[in-house]
């Protein structure tokens, strides 16, 4: 069939026009974006949600090992092929070290200083400068791609370290010990076997198994193995004991630049499982097409948000940031060693306690599928292990952050519409953190939940951390009521409504600070008073106050019931005032701790959307950023990042209910393209200078109030919000929200 030379034009650009517009959204990505200062982002290649995230793995001599396997000191020990991002705390993962080296074999003298670093999304590269070797990496879902390029010489290698886990230093109490571990010299150009590894970041003495199978594009002329440290030349085979250093190596002649290619698949199940998934993921060693697929995904992944009039910096720390939100949880759908299943599996819950509050419903909007397999999974452990995690790595729960966290996660789905997932069930899983104390509250569960049904508060000796985990629980109670509501347990909805009030029985209202009066304060069983104590008063683990946060940040923190908050603390006018003192100085907020997270959103309830103006643009002003340093903490899965996301856009959710905030965007224009219907959020008038919010329509009709509910956005529509320079009356009544449980 013949088209006419015009015709052909028009379809050759529209066959061209997707990616074409597509390549923008990938483009953007910086992967070493927050990588250093704290954030602590993964920045090796990986796809979303990827199994697979392999790595440099860097640390200075007596430091404790980041997570991520970055650093911006030490040299590159090699790569690792699993890292979380984003996080603090102990050492978790970091198996499977590979590296290639130069010369005889030496695997406790292999570390090279690095240069030429460069990452993007689906790839990242450097030079290795104590051999001259250049090192690529590309990944899908379970496999990782590596392109290594070696000077000349007759032995260019190949180290397996099996033995490797990232690790803290003994003081921490979370390191990881190698349990076991045996590597197999299959034939010249594969090798295979698996590494047992116990402890880690959530503090569980739990043991994992990363299993791998790695082909190389050239045979090798020699190889070996290594156990404790002894080299064994020709051997095919080796198997280490606990805390047992063991490895093989393949050595190649090469000449100048020449590239030797491996290609290397992971399994939490076996080796078999590993070469299965490698042949069905990287089936050949075309690197550039497999790194072709990588961008592809994230673009598919990026677009569903599409910016205009940003600058290329903002372009850049915005599809960062969205990007970074979908490397945690892991998809480990058909990995899981614990029970076969049907349904989905997602393991590094690195914490439910982070992501809740805006990861999760960041993925609601623009990846609903995705969200909803994830609370599938939560369900699904449940139902398999009784209980739900608010943390979850190496399949093993742990590391409870505060409160039972998943309600958020379930209910938010709910009501927001998510299909396919058993909320019976997840009513269940639900009810059964609110009724049955947990063996270890470290784990699973609540601890001081005895206290909490019979006293109405956590007291200081029924757990640590008391007025933070108290706060946690009552909103936790809140999102039980709301989805007992909605599947026709009547009952229950007024029990946990009720229960959902318990916050006020910490709040002190003879305490006063900063010129105000009323705050949470913990207590004693006896109904005593902490003292001393200090608004300012945080702790870390097994502290007797507030975890991650003081008591300015948690005496806001009653997302159920606002307008309640509101009234106690002497009502809008006096809640204002507390909260510009509250943000007037930065050792009383932290945006980098999640506690705070809806806190400068709160002014809407008061009939103060300029002031959520304000304080929001001052915030990211000078906490984000392009570059290495460019987040203002920890990362926490994405958790961060996606608070950024929903700050610039200009809409904020209230986690676990249908509701979102009206901000102040940071762009002219954000569509949203929501399951085939798109959302714009138009700024007319916007400058740097006119942050606030002067009008308002809605599908042209005018919108007198700073909220949306989920179903104005997903339907579809056009929001235009008309700016100005000047703070103005716009929503100044019609408040959110706010479900006060019964007197």
Not at 334 to 352: F, M, Q
Not at 549 to 574: H, M, R
Not at 639 to 653: E, T
Request: aromatic letters at 10%.
């Amino acid at each position: 069939m013949r088209f006419p030379i015009r015709l052909a034009v028009v379809f050759l650009s529209v066959l061209f026009l997707v990616p074409v517009l597509h390549a923008q959204f990938a483009s953007s990505v910086d992967p070493l974006l927050g990588v250093s200062g704290g954030g602590n982002v993964f920045p090796g290649p990986v796809v979303p949600f990827g199994m697979i995230k392999p790595g440099p793995d860097m640390v200075p001599s007596g430091e404790n090992d980041p997570n991520a396997g970055w650093n911006d000191k030490g040299e590159i020990h090699g790569f690792s092929q699993t890292h979380v991002s984003g996080t603090g705390g102990g050492a978790k993962y970091g198996n499977i070290l590979v590296q290639p080296t130069t010369g005889a074999p030496a695997p406790a003298d292999s570390a090279s200083p690095r240069a030429n670093e460069q990452a993007s999304a689906g790839l990242y590269s450097v030079s290795l400068t104590r051999s001259g070797i250049g090192v690529e990496i590309t990944a899908t879902r379970r496999a990782a791609l590596y392109r290594f390029r070696y000077p000349a010489g007759p032995q260019s290698n190949i180290l397996f370290d099996v033995s490797h886990c990232l690790l803290a230093t003994p003081s921490h109490g979370e390191s990881q010990s190698l349990s076991a571990s045996q590597v197999q010299i299959l034939s010249p150009t594969e090798v295979a076997g698996s590494t047992t590894v116990t402890g880690g970041w959530n503090k569980q003495p739990n043991t994992y198994t990363v299993y791998f199978y790695a082909r190389t594009s050239a045979p090798a002329t020699s190889w070996g193995t290594w156990l404790n440290g002894q080299l064994q030349p020709g051997s095919k085979s080796a198997q280490g004991p606990a805390k047992t250093p063991s490895g093989a190596w393949l050595t190649f002649p090469t000449r100048a630049g020449q590239p030797v290619l491996m290609k290397i698949g992971i399994s939490f199940i076996s080796i078999q499982q590993a070469r299965r998934n490698l042949a069905a993921e990287i089936p050949t060693f075309n690197f550039a097409a497999t790194r072709a697929a990588a961008v592809a995904q994230w673009n598919r992944a990026l677009a569903k948000i599409d910016i205009k009039g940003a600058t290329p910096e903002q372009r850049q720390v915005f599809y960062t940031a969205i990007y970074h939100t979908m490397l945690m949880p892991t998809d480990r759908t058909g990995e899981n060693p614990l029970w076969h299943s049907t349904e989905p599996y997602y393991d590094d819950y690195y914490a439910i306690w982070d992501i809740f509050r805006t990861s999760g419903p960041l993925l609601t909007l623009i990846a609903p599928q995705r969200q909803a397999d994830i609370v599938r999974s939560l369900v699904d452990i449940y139902h398999h292990e009784g209980s739900l995690p608010d943390a979850r790595s190496g399949n093993y729960n742990g590391r409870t952050q505060g409160g039972s966290n998943a309600e958020f996660m379930i209910t938010d789905a709910y009501l927001k519409g998510l299909r396919g997932i058993d909320w019976p069930t997840a009513l269940a899983a639900e009810i059964h953190d609110a009724e049955v104390p947990p063996a270890d509250h470290f784990k699973e569960g609540r601890g001081g939940l005895d206290d909490w049904r019979t006293l109405g508060y956590v007291s200081l000796e029924g757990s640590d951390r008391p007025g933070s985990v108290h706060m946690e629980y009552a909103a936790n109670d809140f999102e039980i009521a709301l989805l007992a509501k909605g599947l026709g347990r009547t009952a229950e909805s007024e029990k946990y409504l009720a229960r959902s009030a318990n916050w006020k029985n910490l709040w002190d209202s003879t305490f006063t600070a900063g010129g105000f009066q009323g705050f949470i304060r913990p207590r004693h069983r006896d109904g005593s008073w902490l003292a001393p104590f200090t608004t300012m008063d945080s702790c870390s683990w097994d502290g007797q106050t507030f975890y991650e946060g003081n008591s300015w940040t948690y005496s806001t923190f009653v997302p159920q019931d606002v307008a309640s908050l509101i009234e106690k603390s002497g009502g809008p006018e006096t809640f204002v005032a507390r909260l510009d003192v509250f943000f007037a100085e930065p050792f009383r907020y932290d945006v980098g701790n999640e506690p705070g997270f809806l806190a400068p959103y709160l002014y809407n309830w008061a009939g103060r959307p300029d002031k959520t103006a304000e304080h929001v643009r001052a915030i990211i002003a000078r906490s984000f950023h392009a570059g290495p340093t460019g987040l203002p903490g920890n990362d926490d899965s994405g958790a961060m990042s996606s608070w950024y996301a929903f700050g610039q856009i200009g809409i904020f959710p209230n986690a676990g209910q249908d509701v979102y905030l009206i901000g102040s965007p940071a762009y002219p224009q954000t569509t949203l393209h929501l399951a085939g219907k798109d959302f714009i959020i138009e700024a007319r008038n916007l400058t740097p200078a006119n942050i606030y919010v002067a009008s308002a329509t809605l599908n042209g009709k005018p919108l007198t109030r700073s909220w949306l509910r989920h179903s104005e956005i997903i339907s579809g529509g056009h929001l235009i919000l008309t700016m100005s320079g000047t703070p103005t009356t716009w929503a100044n009544h019609n408040p959110p929200p706010s479900t006060p449980a019964p007197r």
